[in-house]
């Protein structure tokens, strides 16, 4: 109710600060049976963790990984799983000169406004660090969707800045969007974006970009029609990621503009029992329920707020002041993002799935 | 956990197909003593309502409302607040010939993948009219902001096709909004688009288009942080209504193309205790959280699903056949989309201020 | 949130007081596809309606129950099942001299120190009328149970003030319970309890009773281990019902004076894959999760507050006054309370095969 | 859903087995601004500990808390608080030999049937070792409550076997409950009771006991209607505990012999705005919602499962076997079992407080 669970039945906890003594999460409602070490994790948060490339911040955290519960002999038992990474670059004193100094478009303000006490150690809950706790959980839903139903989940970067990119999006690899550090699998895209990036990093200053999800291999069926209706909730997990600040599945925003005869996704017969759809503007959601088709999302992120820029600003008690941030950020935000976009994708999928076998199968 | 309740404190369950005895909501944890009668209901209900105007569907229903519980002498009594609207025109008949045709972009195909049954009059569940339901209980707590907090909830048509409007947020009033059949306070554009609608409808075609949403009078500190922030809360009540493909708040994809320095929102100190910000591009939320300013969305519908052109589709057994629609429906959404927004906004915030209250207060 | 839900898969709302146009339910999740008419729900509610023996209240309610949504074609369709009976005999002029008078051991006062407004025609939402939705619910999830799974609930009145009965629980059938008012299948045992009834109704008293809960057929495997054990939320269930003040599975209070070495339900093998217990102290729930074995439970309840003797009392305002009650009510509650009982049991079963159902198969 | 989780707003996920990493929990939706550090929480966990006195088991642990989140320079932050405590004393090797040995009236066979795989090293996750979270959480509950509500949570053992004890529910004060180590304030009775398990112990046996739980300082109007009435939750909450078989709140079971004339409790007024009731059969709760006055239930407890009596059993293959347990247990559960019943208390109470504040306040 305070906002730090995700899902109904495969449930997610989520705590942790990012200057406190660790980050975790309590899995809950995962199958039993699914083989499962710190191994399947690791290599999740090694794609979103600081420090993995020359484009993103130099800081240095390991987040190592450990299973605290829930498995036992290699084997998810049923019971809630908690992962846990302990906080080890706690430099704190790196921020006691912005105690009582409100960031622009960070949470400072409005944390001190909704509980009337601040965490002001590197954002405290407000960091991007929670995340690291959403991938590790992820980790575990993508595993169990590969595993049990061949579906896969993918992310990658579309666009940086206003800099776009092309992608077939029905045949592209996740090695494809590793090959590069900005994971673009346009590679010509890729370096313009790059070249970008350090542009903007050595200017001190940031820029936004779109992640575009894909998540393959879903049948037709999942969804809970009316308010859980999938795309509302892809929705909802993708808004809930830090400096994301727009949604759009299929034709999206663009389809505004279509004609409903340009528009529809007309129907054919593969075979008597596997009806498709010639296009897909749809985005694999129809009714808020999966069709059977790809389903691609894009979501917008913000540049990121920390920048080297002199700040206008005031304190909490609303005196002006000038703001030198010197803490060690990213320029840009939507590498790190491709792993996180993928583990919301999963929980979604994972959650929607043994929903629908609730009632359904 | 079936998808039909929205809401966590405020909490709303609905309930009815388009062609089924009735159309309704149950709506918990309502305040008590807030004055209620069904002439405060009903007025939301008429904006919402087919048949309003030229440019909708010529489909006559009077969805009157009726409350059925949880009100005492006028007044709310904290109980489960019953409302019901019968369904008048049952002209299921219209709808014989569909059975068994899958409309293209109509969730007929996914419902049948899902449940195995299907109520194919008029989409069944799947019907806008469901929104009735949500428009009549957003009636409630529209009142409950009104008159305890003096938040309000806007809506009007941004754009409708390709034709876009300017229309100065800060300002604008609901009686700019309903001055024409569009509900869009630009009124040139809106003449511009009144003209697509009509070109649209007689060429037996339908157009999308983009509400934007405002709330005003927010307080800073609403929002759960992580999963439940304002804006994904948002985000999820405006992708949960029909036809919406995509949904940005503050620069939404525009600020992609943004730096930090432009992006950011610097703040300054009205008094020593109201801290507000020179620019708006967070659209009134960080880090989840709302922060005072005023509250700022664009929600993207897509045309239309049901269109008089002659359709390729198949039956639910496979076979290729022609649909050629014949049912009374709108050539574009969003004029009657209007007071759905509102009402998912006022939903949503008045959620998020018990849950603030319960916690931090 | 505010109390008027039950279940999280196969999950009822309630709403309506008893002088208010209606009380009714929303019954959401249940699976599509299952056989669904009134005439499967009335045959429950007649068992609950007042007035239907000699030793219930003479009220007449009829009690008939329609269906609103969810079904098409006589089968459910995985959507909301709305159910709703008509108040009829609303004599709500038979309380106007109540208006403030605080009735003892009713909830006038609890309700008006919670909400600050009350409705006091026959006890508004705390009054038992609002069972019937929980009959006519459970009436859906007692045919799904027996249809999918074989599973039976079953109840009978075990005592009536210090009148009890002896029953052989593995071979009780539903006939048996029915063969008399009481609804106690010991029939020397019946008589003393309709005679102590009538004894207490000439009176002008009321008299509490104890009804025992039967569940046959409950595969082992089902409740969720740690909070949501299969006793809690039978606990919980039973609780929430009007009057009751008392629950306890298997041994309950007496196992207390027990030794582990009596108390232990040893385990033998029928077959293989078939492990029982020779006795069943557990009452069929052990770790909370269902063994296989009979599940029994024994819920007390206690006399009816409304009596026809003058009692001191209290106005809303703190004036003394004296009441002489003159409503229609019953004697005792235990006979009307037997349907009650079997449908909380066959909603909390359903609800938790559901839940096993999503993670484990 | 998988039941890991307790209340609405204030609400605990706990996760650990005995035998595994740590057990802990995530206490979420804390009001800010609570001072708190590991010492308000550590003395309750040494009242829950093993090996505290030597009526209890001698296993030593030591049960160290730590406070991984939420909290800053010693208050809480309004974010998830993670408590953890490392499990010390890991003697899996004593469980090796029961691999595949069915403990009779143990959730060995349950968790086998459930999940399909079970973690058998001290009973895994139904090991009341899980209960150390609760009383972790409940120790941040209760500091709440009695800091900013004047609201006290105690318990005391009432009976042992068949041995009764009489306090004075009104003036019973901690001090007295602590003044033995069986936790009965009757020093008669005490005297008794300990002499009862000790000769139970030495015997090889285990004895069953029932403890009564006390709420003082609750205000008229917690609770909400019908399903999540007080008492319901309270029920659930007792009845979630391990080896609890029956709950009863005030008159509970006796009032069933009990006429209305008899059992009703008169109102009468104090002042104009408090009105009080002359006798509390109620125990503090009508119509779901508490009535200001003292809130008392009973909790009826087994003999503990674990004896050094051979046993006739089988293996999880059916294969029959002789059991000698060897374990190091506590002959009667009761006096480790009071931190657990207060603990539960202050959950419940603390969580309704906020649900009520939310609608109502």
């Known amino acids: 109710m305070a906002g730090n669970s995700f899902g109904e039945l495969f449930r997610i906890s989520t705590f942790g600060e990012s200057h406190g003594g660790s980050v975790g999460v309590i899995v809950d ?3 039993p049976g699914l083989a499962l070490t710190e191994a399947d994790i690791q290599p999740e948060l090694d794609r979103r963790r600081p420090g993995q490339s020359a484009i993103t911040t130099p800081r240095k955290e390991t987040d190592e990984i450990s299973i605290h519960s829930g498995v036992f002999e290699g084997r998810t038992t049923g019971t809630p799983i908690m992962l846990l990474a302990k906080n080890k670059d706690m430099r704190s004193e790196d921020y006691h000169d912005l105690l009582g100094v409100l960031r622009p478009s960070h949470a400072d303000h409005t944390y001190s406004e909704k509980y009337g006490i601040r965490d002001w150690r590197g954002s405290g809950r407000a960091s991007a660090r929670e995340t690291l706790a959403r991938v590790a959980a992820g980790a575990i839903a993508k595993k169990y969707l590969r595993e049990q139903y061949q579906i896969e989940t993918l992310a990658y970067v579309e666009q940086t800045g206003d800099i776009s990119s ?13 090959s590069n550090i900005i994971r673009c699998p346009d590679q ?103 069709t059977g088709e790809l389903i691609y999302f894009r979501v917008a992120f913000k540049p990121v707020s920390t920048i080297q820029h002199e700040q206008e600003t005031v304190t909490t008690e609303g005196e002006s002041v000038k703001l030198s941030a010197a803490g060690r950020h990213d320029p840009c935000v939507v590498p790190r993002a491709v792993p996180i976009v993928e583990a919301m994708s999963a929980l979604v999928i994972l959650d929607h799935l043994l929903r629908h076998k609730a009632q359904n199968q």
């Not at 077939?168 to 996740?174: G, I, K, N, V």
């Open 29 to 31: 409602g995962c199958p």
């Open 166 to 178: 092309v992608v077939d999006r029905e045949q592209l690899s996740q090695e494809q969007v590793e």
């Open 188 to 290: 010509e895209a890729a370096k313009e974006m790059i070249a970008l990036v350090e542009e903007v990093r050595d200017a001190g200053d940031s820029i936004g970009g779109v992640v575009c999800g894909l998540i393959r291999g879903v049948p037709a069926g999942l969804g809970e029609p009316v308010f859980d209706k999938l795309n509302a909730d892809l929705g909802k997990a993708m808004l809930s990621i830090n400096a994301v600040k727009g949604f759009e599945i299929g034709s999206g925003f663009a389809g505004v503009e279509m004609r409903g005869s340009e528009h529809n996704d007309p129907f054919y017969a593969v075979e008597k029992n596997t009806i498709r759809t010639r296009t897909n503007n749809a985005g694999g959601v129809t009714g808020g329920i999966s």
